[in-house]
């Protein structure tokens, strides 16, 4: 069984910066062929992909967090990051570690709370 936990999430006041991590575990998963993803979804509203970095290290970037953010990924540790600078309290969100690969097979993490103070 593969299981994704987020880790990271806080109070943190504006303009501050905080790291997100994203540990896989459980077999079978090859993080290798695994797009990773961060996606975050605020109340009343629907997720949304903040950041995604494919197997080869191509990252995307949703507009909002251009600048920001930096998502990275550690091979050896099966690992997912999200380096937030500079938040404010529309970044206010649970964040969500996904895993998706070539054939559509996905999970996705129990999330992590961000919260942004003015």
């Known amino acids: 069984q593969v299981q994704l936990v987020e880790s990271g999430g806080k109070l943190v006041q504006a303009g501050g910066s905080l790291k997100l991590t994203c540990t896989v575990s459980g077999k079978p998963f090859i993080f290798n062929l695994y797009t990773m993803a961060w996606y975050r979804q605020a109340p009343g509203h629907q997720r949304e992909l903040v950041a995604d970095?494919?197997?080869?290290?191509?990252?995307t970037y949703a507009d909002s967090v251009k600048g920001r953010y930096t998502i990275s990924r550690h091979y050896g540790e099966d690992k997912l990051y999200l380096n937030m600078n500079d938040v404010n309290p529309e970044d206010t969100a649970v964040y969500y570690c996904?895993?998706?690969?070539?054939?559509?097979?996905?999970?996705w993490g129990q999330g992590t709370q961000v919260t942004v103070s003015s």
């Open positions: 996904n895993a998706r690969a070539d054939d559509g097979e996905q999970f």
């Open positions: 970095i494919s197997p080869v290290g191509s990252k």
